[in-house]
């Protein structure tokens, strides 16, 4: 027998691919494609609309081309009162943040490094205040800020109600508990070889959460730190309960000065929706790198 028959016999002895997979190779990211079209469409069709002359689209639609105008971004800017409005939302949004990230990576720290009896009972206990919807702590919460007296340097009107403090203790009450948990996750995963040679080294605990446990955790901190900006900068449940001068509202409340009483120009407020989203936007593609390496960490282990 020669080399080339055995070879051919071998060939087709080899099982055949089955047609169906060249399908299966060009089905899925026709179907990835077709749903991230869908998905971006309702943000495109808001961005086209904020450069777009109201006057010119109520005569021609929606479904047009032309009238295109940046006098929607000003207007909105103007009329929302966005300047002060984002400085609010930035004196909330960035202490909020910071202490929820401090405040969970401690905890984190202490249920994923130490072992005792009420270690999963504290972990339990701060994730806790993510399974209760906000709705149902609404009257307890507003209570309880309207009876705790503050000085007045603190905040002008003698309680945590329409104060900012208050507004940023709620906000970190409430994410605490799930960086705790993604944290603790991401902690456990550390080797622990890395402990035992910094005690063999003389470092103590504190050096251990802020020399060798922080700088290990960038990735998920980073990806926390995104999501985190997202939700407390969008949050407006507590924003309308807490705070009761209109001068105090964060951000998203701007969108309601672009309504009129009798009249709403859509695309004013096409507009002030694309300038509030622009500081999230920034952030994720700022931390774009490490928010996708935290969210894969471990992906690849086994």
């Known amino acids: 027998m020669t080399t080339t028959t055995a070879t051919t016999k ?17 089905g899925v990211p026709l179907f990835l494609t077709v749903v991230s079209l869908m998905w971006l ?48 939302s930035a004196i909330v949004t960035v202490p909020a943040v910071l202490l929820t990230l401090f405040l969970s990576c ?11 009896r009420f270690n999963l ?14 709705q149902s702590l609404l009257i307890p919460v507003y209570r ?3 009876a705790i007296q503050v000085p007045f340097w603190f905040s002008d009107s003698g309680t945590l109600l329409d104060s900012f403090w ?14 705790t948990f993604v944290l603790s996750n991401y902690m456990k995963a550390l080797p622990r070889e890395l402990y035992e040679s910094a005690v ?17 955790c960038r990735p998920a901190l980073a990806a926390l730190a995104t999501l985190e900006v997202t939700w407390i900068y969008n949050e407006f449940f507590w924003a309308t309960v807490l705070l009761q001068s209109g001068d ?6 701007s969108l309601n000065n672009l309504r009129g009483q009798f009249f709403t120009d859509n695309n004013l407020v096409a507009a002030g929706s694309v300038v509030i989203a622009l500081p999230t936007l920034i952030v994720f593609f700022l931390l774009q790198k490490q928010f996708v390496a935290g969210l894969t960490l471990g992906a690849t282990k086994g």
């Open 121 to 134: 009972a504290l972990l339990g206990l701060f994730t806790a205040a993510n399974l209760l919807p906000p």
């Open 248 to 253: 105090k509202f964060p951000i998203t409340s």
């Open 200 to 216: 063999v080294d003389g470092a103590g605990v504190l050096r251990q959460f802020f020399q060798l446990t922080l700088p290990l």
């Open 144 to 146: 309880m800020f309207r």
């Open 41 to 88: 469409f309702p943000l495109a069709l808001a961005l086209i609309s904020s450069l777009r002359d109201y006057a010119y689209t109520a005569k021609h639609g929606y479904v047009s081309w032309g009238g295109f105008t940046l006098d929607n971004y000003k207007n909105a800017w103007q009329q929302g009162d966005f300047t002060r409005h984002f400085i609010n």
């Open 166 to 179: 208050g507004l940023i203790a709620v906000n970190v009450a409430f994410q605490t508990g799930f960086c």
């Open 10 to 26: 071998i060939l087709d002895s080899a099982p055949k691919q089955k047609s169906g997979s060249s399908g299966n190779r060009w």
């Open 106 to 116: 401690c905890v984190a720290f202490v249920v994923a490094r130490f072992s005792f």
